[in-house]
């Protein structure tokens, strides 16, 4: 007797089942958040022959990578922009909708849930979270062309080895920046601490710097400025220093909360806990990378989606194929344009 005889036989009392195109919700599957993590789960889901809709709300973290040369298949690099837009063009070509706007709310409904997207209700049956992390930045003008520029770097498992013997400082509460200063130093031998506050270190972290040859400067830091391709930095005391690169240690903002106002159990700083499935505490309710606690990678969070679609894929109605209706003329059918509604 198969171990699995009461999920064969619930097969025949899904609601949803008959039939798969029935009208009791807009779509699917709503992904929030266009990053690497939300398109992958939009490419599998719509390869699954899943109704999804991507809300793009713009200006995600993936965008602003220069070039990167750690994830995998891309030997030269690749910036953020062009494989986002990769991602965009494969999601579009297997059927996915993406629509440029915010959810601004997201509430539970007898269809699973109700989403307000650009000033219209969207109801989903699943919906995946994929809205990722704000990084805190230093107060410098223009700060984001001084990520564009790969002066001021936000991770370095990303960039790290192309640090190659730069002068490097770690900006930041000193204790995690100290964490940060002795990770690079595998990178150069010349990396320094810069203390954003008064707090002061332990001797246990400082003897750990000082072994490995990494300078702590205790005077707290008053300006910062991007000149000539460098980092100019100023302390309250008035040392003045320069650094090829300066990495912020300043934390992040977890954007979480479309999730934890549902009741979603998430960390102290808000990120998401999910199971095995990328599945949250709420039923149906989904979240792929930076937004949940996992290593902020690229290829983690792409991972991390090919686990959750096919999650969301089999917690949804079997779905039949129709010849009719999915049979695919060729696989290198011209992509779908962009879209404004559903």
Same mark, same amino acid.
């Given at each position: 007797?198969?171990?699995?005889?009461?999920?064969?036989?619930?097969?025949?009392?899904?609601?949803?089942?008959?039939?798969?195109?029935?009208?009791?919700?807009?779509?699917?599957?709503?992904?929030? @958040? &266009?990053?690497?993590?939300?398109?992958?789960?939009?490419?599998?889901?719509?390869?699954?022959?899943?109704?999804?809709?991507?809300?793009?709300?713009?200006?995600?973290?993936?965008?602003?990578?220069?070039?990167?040369?750690?994830?995998?298949?891309?030997?030269?690099?690749?910036?953020? =922009?062009?494989?986002?837009?990769?991602?965009?063009?494969?999601?579009?070509?297997?059927?996915? +909708?993406?629509?440029?706007?915010?959810?601004?709310?997201?509430?539970?409904?007898?269809?699973?849930?109700?989403?307000?997207?650009?000033?219209?209700?969207?109801?989903?049956?699943?919906?995946?979270?994929?809205?990722?992390?704000?990084?805190?930045?230093?107060?410098?003008?223009?700060?984001?062309?001084?990520? &564009?520029?790969?002066?001021?770097?936000?991770?370095?498992?990303?960039?790290?080895?192309?640090?190659?013997?730069?002068?490097?400082?770690?900006?930041?509460?000193?204790?995690?920046?100290? +964490?940060?200063?002795?990770?690079?130093?595998?990178?150069?031998?010349?990396?320094?601490?810069?203390?954003?506050?008064?707090?002061?270190?332990?001797?246990?972290?400082?003897?750990? &710097?000082?072994?490995?040859?990494?300078?702590?400067?205790?005077?707290?830091?008053?300006?910062?400025?991007?000149?000539?391709?460098?980092?100019?930095?100023?302390?309250? =005391?008035?040392?003045?220093?320069?650094?090829?690169?300066?990495?912020?240690?300043?934390?992040?903002?977890?954007?979480?909360?479309?999730?934890?106002?549902?009741?979603?159990?998430? @960390?102290?700083?808000?990120?998401?806990?999910?199971?095995?499935?990328?599945?949250?505490?709420?039923?149906?309710?989904?979240?792929?990378?930076?937004?949940?606690? +996992?290593? =902020?990678?690229?290829?983690?969070?792409?991972?991390?989606?090919?686990?959750? &679609?096919?999650?969301?894929?089999?917690?949804?109605?079997?779905?039949?194929?129709?010849? @009719?209706?999915?049979?695919?003329?060729?696989?290198?059918?011209?992509?779908?344009?962009?879209?404004? +509604?559903?």
């Amino acid at each position: 007797m198969p171990a699995n005889l009461d999920a064969y036989r619930t097969l025949f009392d899904q609601p949803e089942s008959v039939p798969v195109d029935a009208a009791d919700a807009d779509v699917d599957c709503l992904v929030i @958040g &266009a990053g690497p993590a939300g398109l992958t789960t939009a490419v599998y889901l719509s390869r699954f022959h899943r109704k999804v809709l991507v809300a793009d709300g713009g200006h995600g973290r993936a965008s602003l990578i220069p070039r990167s040369h750690n994830y995998p298949g891309f030997p030269p690099g690749i910036s953020g =922009k062009d494989l986002l837009a990769r991602l965009r063009e494969q999601a579009l070509r297997y059927g996915a +909708s993406i629509e440029q706007g915010r959810v601004d709310s997201l509430l539970q409904s007898p269809a699973g849930f109700t989403a307000r997207l650009n000033g219209r209700e969207l109801t989903a049956r699943r919906v995946v979270l994929a809205t990722g992390i704000v990084d805190t930045l230093p107060q410098i003008e223009k700060p984001y062309d001084a990520v &564009a520029q790969s002066v001021i770097r936000l991770c370095p498992i990303c960039d790290g080895y192309e640090i190659n013997g730069d002068d490097v400082a770690v900006y930041g509460e000193v204790h995690c920046a100290i +964490s940060h200063a002795l990770f690079l130093r595998n990178f150069t031998d010349r990396v320094t601490v810069l203390v954003e506050d008064d707090s002061p270190a332990c001797e246990e972290a400082i003897a750990a &710097a000082r072994h490995v040859g990494i300078q702590v400067i205790n005077d707290r830091v008053e300006h910062i400025e991007v000149s000539n391709a460098k980092v100019q930095v100023t302390t309250c =005391k008035g040392e003045r220093c320069c650094f090829d690169i300066v990495y912020p240690s300043l934390g992040s903002h977890v954007c979480s909360e479309l999730a934890t106002q549902l009741g979603a159990s998430a @960390g102290e700083e808000g990120a998401l806990s999910v199971d095995a499935h990328q599945a949250t505490s709420v039923k149906g309710l989904y979240a792929v990378g930076d937004v949940v606690d +996992s290593l =902020k990678q690229i290829s983690v969070a792409t991972g991390q989606a090919a686990v959750c &679609a096919t999650a969301v894929h089999n917690s949804l109605a079997l779905r039949l194929w129709d010849r @009719g209706r999915d049979l695919v003329a060729t696989p290198d059918t011209e992509p779908a344009s962009m879209t404004n +509604s559903v």
